[in-house]
């Protein structure tokens, strides 16, 4: 597998009710936006925002096949971005516990960026789809 320099991820965490059965899917893709991998999955019972970040770990781990030096996120989740980037406050203990695995993952790379689309984002849009997709597919 190739190795390249700066690689594209997308995330999204789907719920239905908050909390309820959710899912996670994510993207990974070149720095001219050819798919590298999309993929998701099932991860049981959660609030909308322990998938979104249960999908950027997924994402981060399986990032780290094909880049390891710059990685830029986009999601449609502002709660995820401003809290990472140190500009919401986290209160909630679980969400600590899910920033510090982000964190730790992060290490993996030289550099990582995240930021935040509109959920109308064609990219975006199409993850968004693939987490809706699977819980679809639960019969959810």
Known sequence: MVRREKIYL?????CRDNPGPAS????????????????????????????EYKALILGL?????????EIEHFTDSQLVVNQLEGEWAVKAPNMKELI???YKHEQYFTCCDHKHL?????????????ADKILD???F
């Open 118 to 130: 509109p959920r109308e984002h064609k990219h975006i849009e199409k993850i968004d789809e693939l």
């Open 61 to 69: 781990d399986r990032a780290t096949e094909y880049c390891r030096k």
């Open 100 to 102: 510090e695995e982000v």
């Open 137 to 139: 597919e639960k019969g």
């Open 10 to 14: 997308v995330t999204d965490g789907a």
């Open 24 to 51: 996670v899917a994510y993207g990974i893709y070149s720095s001219d936006w050819d798919k590298l991998e999309e993929d998701g999955e099932y991860i049981g019972q959660a609030t909308n925002n322990e998938a």
